[in-house]
């Protein structure tokens, strides 16, 4: 596609839910990256993969988190045991390289109740 | 600690009213600075990349610079589709495809 494309766009769960989002890159973009942001702030850095390998998982708060990108492609966030606390608005970006010049999607908005 | 702090928070200007954004970074080993524009419910937008001390970039209204510790956005004469959050974020030589982001501030241009 022409550009990241991020779903679902939204989600509403309950609390304890295992929530799976989304994510496809810019077609030959190598560097994926994962970034939460809460209402009111920037976006806080999860998780980037250069291929198919987390090159840097720093910013997985807890081990409720994990991400794949089994193909080098498309990626999925995957979030277990969901709180309250989780909701924000997530998202993916893409790159050629490893680079500050980022490619985001419009985000998956998740609302935990 | 790495930190990014953007002020202020929330601008209003009228439309042709210039202004300035400030991004101030206490770092080690900055690799790039960047700006983006983010407009509600959409994703980050890339607008600028700033390597070293003195390099200043143009787009349109829109000028960034940097020096050693902080980076400015000005923007002259703007009009009401300038309206939007604008980000700063930041890239360490230690931590290569990670940026770390400023809260933002929101502009508002008013007809």
């Known amino acids: 596609g022409a550009g990241v494309s991020q779903t679902p766009s939204n989600k509403v769960t309950e609390k304890g839910k295992y929530v799976e989002l989304r994510c496809d890159p810019i077609?030959?973009?190598?560097?994926l990256y994962w970034y939460r942001q809460s209402l009111g702030q920037g976006p806080e850095f999860l998780i980037y993969?250069?291929?198919?390998?987390?090159?840097?998982d720093s910013g997985l708060p807890n081990d409720r988190f994990f991400a794949v990108r089994p193909e080098g492609s498309v990626s999925t966030l995957k979030i277990q045991r969901t709180e309250r606390g989780d909701s924000a608005v997530y998202l993916c970006?893409?790159?050629?390289?490893?680079?500050?010049?980022?490619?985001f999607g419009e985000g998956s908005r998740l609302t935990v109740l | 600690e790495d930190q990014v702090t953007q002020s202020p928070e929330a601008l209003r200007l009228q439309e042709g009213e210039s202004s300035s954004l400030n991004c101030s970074y206490t770092?080690?080993?900055?690799?790039?600075l960047f700006w983006y524009r983010q407009d509600p419910g959409k994703g980050p937008e890339f607008l600028f990349t700033?390597?070293?001390a003195g390099e200043e970039k143009e787009k349109e209204r829109l000028k960034a610079t940097l020096t050693k510790k902080e980076s400015f956005l000005h923007i002259t004469a703007p009009k009401p589709e300038d309206s939007a959050t604008y980000l700063c974020a930041v890239q360490f030589s230690s931590n290569t495809g990670k940026l770390i982001f400023g809260q933002g501030t929101t502009l508002q241009v008013k007809p």
């Open positions: 970006a893409s790159s050629f390289i490893p680079t500050g010049e980022l490619f």
């Open positions: 770092v080690s080993g900055l690799r790039g």
């Open positions: 077609s030959g973009h190598t560097a």
């Open positions: 700033l390597y070293s």
């Open positions: 993969f250069q291929g198919t390998g987390a090159a840097d």
